[in-house]
């Protein structure tokens, strides 16, 4: 008789692995530009499922984006910025240049 298994990796609530670290790796975090220009079917490219529905737009839950850029790649509309605001950022690095 097969073992019944969750069908997701799961978490205690309130353990340490139901909170997301990816967020503190990032250098570059995406932003929506223009919300008219974001293919939906970008929700399906990003690996931590940062990106979801709000209100008919397209929208970006940071506290669980890595900052990979795959997004930004796979759609119009999405740009990345540094993580650290300022002119050129603490890498300096100039904002939508990546
Ligand atoms: S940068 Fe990567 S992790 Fe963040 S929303 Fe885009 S695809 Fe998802």
Same mark, same amino acid.
């Given at each position: ?25 990032? &250098? ?6 223009? !919300? ?7 929700? +399906?490219?990003?690996? %931590? #499922? ?23 790649? &796979? ?6 910025? !540094? ?7 603490? +890498?300096?690095?100039? %904002? #939508?240049?990546?």
């Amino acid at each position: 008789m097969a073992k019944e298994l969750p069908i997701v990796p799961t978490a205690t609530p309130g353990s340490l692995a139901e909170i997301s670290a990816a967020s503190s790796w990032r &250098e570059y975090r995406p932003e929506i530009q223009e !919300p008219g220009k974001v293919n939906p079917k970008v929700l +399906f490219f990003c690996p %931590e #499922g940062a990106l979801f529905h709000e209100e008919g737009i397209i929208a970006v839950d940071l506290s669980v984006c890595k900052g990979c850029g795959i997004c930004a790649v &796979e759609s119009d509309g999405i740009v990345m910025v !540094p993580e650290y605001t300022g002119v050129l950022g603490i +890498f300096g690095v100039k %904002e #939508g240049s990546k």
